[in-house]
């Protein structure tokens, strides 16, 4: 028959990819002809994460199956450290010396050997110390001073202004150059979390000079050379290629750019479609993927991607979770769709303000800073938490709890201790009488309170209306302040209390640092005590994480005992995968979120072989 | 005529910079381009917000921003337009050439769709005015025109792809549609036959047996797991094909049209088989060559046969080489349509929600073209919904029109047969008005269909305007804005001068 020929044929040719990927091997654990699809919400642009452009979910998830590290967040927000990639070790504590060593054996997908030119190059663009002309931009957004910023050094990095800028000697290279060593200018108690290979810095400079036809090696001496004699000249053109260079939306003919030092490698990208990575068959250090292809689609729309998983186009998603989501995702269980309900990283919390002559604010009763904390204790005491997170968090998060710490997220290492100690449970329930008593001790009455929120933000709209249906029976008139600009109104003095969320993307102890001491950037309250800023001025210098913890009690038991405010409860998340094609999915709150133990994911039923 | 296009370009331009202006203030106004960053606790936040505001360049207030904007658009008379850079530092030109290029391949077949469809309904409707057909039809074209598109576009993924393809599991038609479909098939060909009682019920035994047959057949062959239609099937379509194009052209009485239309399905049949030995080496160049070869051969046979009516022969002819060929190719994708359902990257669901094509998906032209069909199909038939109803109803409305002038009841008295009346005098003064709408509906082409891409996962024009938007990121926006407007303006123009070329009583001055 020739129809059943052509048949065939077509076949074979449809499937071709399967059967040439199927003869390769992989790397040791890796299924011959396993694939499988995941959706998530924006699609790939760029393939160096750390340039302010590129520094998105969208692209850190990809890099980060692409790409090997020092360490990585699991599920429990644990830092957990990656030995078979590499090791770092703290020297000395004063100054702070940290040595980074990447093992021998460890390449880069074009095979060079991931080395201290790759950290070097790390170090001088995510530093932003060789930066010596910094770009203007018009109207567009587009650089207007391009001439200047193609003759100096910039390199456009996300990470200007943080840690690693306070490395300012340049690194010295040890172990046969697979070691750097650096030294920051004054202590750091987060360095552990601030340092991470990205670009390949031979493919980086290869590109930079590409008449040179440099090979790796030679590459590398140049860049070496270059940033130990702070070589303007050549870092400049480095600068430019470290920024824009790895910019891409399409595969591009140029496949040095995808050049990957992990497990996976990019090997097919349709803007705005998907992108797929191969496993990288000499991948040794860290644990063995199972999968061999893994393709991320692009679904920006959360009930477009629930309809995806249940039609099989993909195997797991983690939309942005609402009650209609978590329907539409419950009435597939029947067909082997697992919905996980988690929370986020990012926490809503009630802030009220004590500089703005309000009814928290010491100035309105003559100074008397006793009595506006008797107003603020009153006031936090009639807020409904446990009702906010019933009626608003649980029909998207069944598991969700009412978040009792201002400085460690629920479930993060530390956070029960930290809830226990705190004092939070002042705040447990609401207590009418109790916030009534406070106010009759303070001699005030009908206390007026603007509160801040977004308007557009139905969520928010119904938190206020809890909050004010409560505190008006302890005599609170809680007046409706919300705003569309709210981001840029806070800390104005507009208002008397706001609520919103802090977006956490790391367990840094000093990052809590910004909002509460009475300096930080993230103060908009007014907020300020003594004892909270001396503890922050220790914790910079506290290297010991029982000692850190110790002291964050002692910022939170302040923060809680003088009515800084509550916080209320994580973001509701959700993830959900498709029990018959895959397993191992465990969503986590940080970044990478549910990527981060893709080694774990095995396809599940039958796999086409060739 | 030149003043008449200079004045309204002018005009134009005016309403344009107006808009823009508007538009650009609405979009800056509309939020906050920091909140996400206010909200970070990254350690370095305060660089971070620096930097959008310098790449942004949030100091200068949106009243005076779009200056610096409208400069970079004005460059485009010097050939180096600079619409901007997006949020991400990505160049809006190039988001702008990628959405359009997405969009048209959405929403170009669903448009042309609607058009042919509304159109032919319309026309049916008109000529069986006040029948049950004609009431079902103005019924359900209402009823189209007012469902919400993404409740359609959901409904459809629920039961047109996740529904059917459940059901491609195990494809067998069930029993109730066995008994309903060939009862709605009845209701529909005796709506548009009409005629006398005997002439009913011979329709209606005619359908009602044909569809019963064709599903009984499709279950029994199992159809839906390996569908083919073979040279039989096939030739058996293309004759009817060829009769039908015959009677709406030249009418069977013209037996020189009737045999040169069964001539090229001839020719079809005899190439049926070579077809299929050169298919796998077609690409979608070629196979587009073919195509204008079926028509140029068909032409050709109906030139030759035409005798001394060449002209609407050669017409009919081409016509139905042209369905004839269709009918092959049609054949080839079902024969992809086995290796494309069981490859390991289908399994077994070939109906998709979301997105253009299938990842990585490698094949012939055939495969390809039968992955775009499955992804294609929904959206399609969503954003067809809607259109389809508007045309429906104007053509309806206009051929009735027509058809109560002067002119029609002269032709009908001078003894021309209905199908030169309705066909040649009537269908073609009714489609004037027609061309404004269609006019209308191109320039919307380029503005995409914002719900519909969402929905299902597209990224065009649609998707790069909401996102943006929602980002307040000022730039793309208004690289839609420009895209937009402009087209809508110059088809506006376009719609005027075709009006007034087909219609000699419009003068365009």
Known sequence: MKFKRFAAVVATVATSALVLTGCAGGAKDVVAGSSITVGWNQGFY??????????????????????????????KQELVKDTQFGSYQLVSKDPLTVKYTVNSGVTWSDGAAVDAADMLLAWAANSCNFNNVSPEYDADGNVSNQAALDAGVFFDSVNCGSDTSLVTKTPEISDGGRSITLVYDKPVVDWELDFAIGVSAAVTVQHAFPNDKLDAAAAKAKLIKAIQEKDNATLAPIAKFWSTGYDFENMPTDKTLVTSNGAYVISDLVKDQYVTLTARKEYAWGPSPKIEKITVRTIPDPLTAVQALQNGEVAAISPQATADILTALNAIASKGIKTLSTSDATYEHIDLVMNNGGPFDPKTYGGDADKAKAVRQAFLKTIPRSEIVDKLIKPINPNAAVDNSQTILPGAPGYDAMAKANGSDAYASVDIAGAKALLATAGVSSVKVKFLFGCANTRRQNEYALIQASAAQAGFDVVNSCSDTWGSDLGSGVYDASVFGWQSTSTAVSASKATFASDGGNNFTGYANATVDADYN????????????????????????????????????????????????????????????????????????? | MLNFLIRRLGASALVLFAATYFMYLLTAYSGDPLEDLRTSTARNKAELIQHRIDIMQLNVPPYLRYFLWLGGVLKVFIGQIDLGKNINGQDVVSLLASAMGTTLQLVTMATLLAILLGVITGISTALRQYSAFDYTVTFASFLFFSLPVFWVAVLLKQYLAIGFNDFLAAPSIPLWLIIVLPIVSVVIWVGIVGGDKRRKLIVASISFGATLASMLILNLTNWFASPS??????????????????????????????????????IGLVLWYPFQLISMQLTGILVALLAVLTGVVGYFVGWFMGGEDKGPVARTAMISAILMGGIIAVDRFMQAWKPYFESNYISGRPFATVGASTPNLLGSFWVLGVDQFTHILLPTMALMLIGFAGYTRYSRASLLEVMNQDFIRTARAKGLNERTVVMRHAFRNAMIPLTTLVAFDFAGIIGGAVITERVFGWSGMGSLFVTSLAHVDVNPVMGFFIVTGTTAVIFNLVADLVYSLLDPRIRVS
Request: glycine residues 10%; charged residues 15%.
């Open chain 2, 229 to 266: 239609l073979g040279p039989i099937v096939g030739g058996l379509l293309g004759v009817s094909l060829a009769l039908f194009t015959t009677m709406v052209s030249t009418g069977l009485a013209n037996k020189r049209a009737r045999n040169a239309a069964l001539v090229t399905v001839g």
């Open chain 1, 46 to 75: 760029s393939a160096n994460g750390a340039t302010s452009n590129g520094n998105a979910t969208a692209n850190n998830n990809i890099l980060y199956l692409a790409n090997s590290g020092f360490n990585h967040y699991n599920d």
């Open chain 1, 538 to 610: 220790a914790l910079s210098t506290e290297f010991d994480s029982a000692k850190q913890l110790a002291l964050l009690t002692d910022v939170e038991k302040q923060l809680w005992s003088d009515a800084y405010g509550v916080t209320v409860f994580q973001f509701p998340g959700v993830t959900a995968y498709d029990g018959k094609k895959i397993s191992g999915i465990v969503p986590a709150p940080l970044a990478p979120m549910f990527f981060w133990n893709f080694w774990d994911w095995k396809q599940e039923g039958a796999i086409v072989k060739g």
